[in-house]
């Protein structure tokens, strides 16, 4: 009897754990005509804490228009974001871009200080370890926290591979018409999704799967024309600092300091101080 007891005790000591807490969505600085309530859900439980606080609009094809200059003067350099695209059949899709959207021009500066620190390190038999993403294409970039999805017909998430680090591909130039505009994933002229420089059209190959997300085609098919594009600027942090700061400096800034420190490197080398804001010679007053 006194076993019998002291269970029932325990049966009505028992607390359930509370429910998971209700998902709180970011506040969301613009409209956006694409995503809905569950897609953003579907997308915060991907990202870190910094990354589901706040979203801002940055662009949006069906405001701004169908232009690629402004898409990157909008978007470029505004660390990480997510571009959400709709064809003209009516599928929705995109990827998470943890890594700011680049010009060649800057990879190109961002390059150019890499080999320059090397060689001062060298010189000076210093050690440097060359920031090197590996089975990454010279034409891409990006870090593998970044990740292509569908919102509709259905919500799903594509995470990376590790077949390749191809996540982000964004090319300005015009030299070459069909190599021009940006996507993620895949291969040049293969990619796992692709906006061309006119912002009207695109593709998601994936004649079996884009091996860099393991992902299906995208879009209602491989090769498709654009609705609308929107991105939107998802980190808390940068989001705060460009309020203070004000957009325009801000954005120049971050392009002045990726040429800027690859100038930098170099003059160091051949004998110039930096104090500050100021810089001087060696042998100067």
Known sequence: MGGHSSKEEKKKQFVPPPPPPAFVPPKMIGESSLLTPESIEMLCKQLMWEHKQTWKLLFDSG????????????????????VVIKDADGHIFGGFADDSWKSMKVRASEHKREAAAATY????????????IKKQDRYFFGTNRSFVF?????????????????????NEQPEIPKLRGFGMGGQVEYFGWFVDGGLDHGHSWARSLCYTFDSPCLAGAEK??????????????????????????????????????????????HGTEFYGDKERGCGGS
């Open 63 to 82: 405001k701004d228009g169908k232009s690629f200059t402004r898409f990157g003067d909008k978007s470029c350099m505004r660390g990480p974001t997510i």
């Open 121 to 132: 390190a060298a010189a000076h038999h210093q050690e440097y370890e060359k920031k090197e």
């Open 150 to 170: 569908n919102l509709h017909p259905q919500n799903k998430l594509y995470t990376p591979s590790g077949y390749n680090s191809n996540f982000l591909y964004y």
């Open 224 to 269: 498709f024309d654009v609705d609308t594009v929107e991105c939107w600027q998802v980190d808390k942090t940068v989001i705060e600092e460009e309020a203070e700061m004000g957009e325009g400096d801000k954005k120049a800034n971050l392009r002045d300091n990726a040429e800027f420190a690859a100038d930098k490197v170099i003059l160091e080398m």
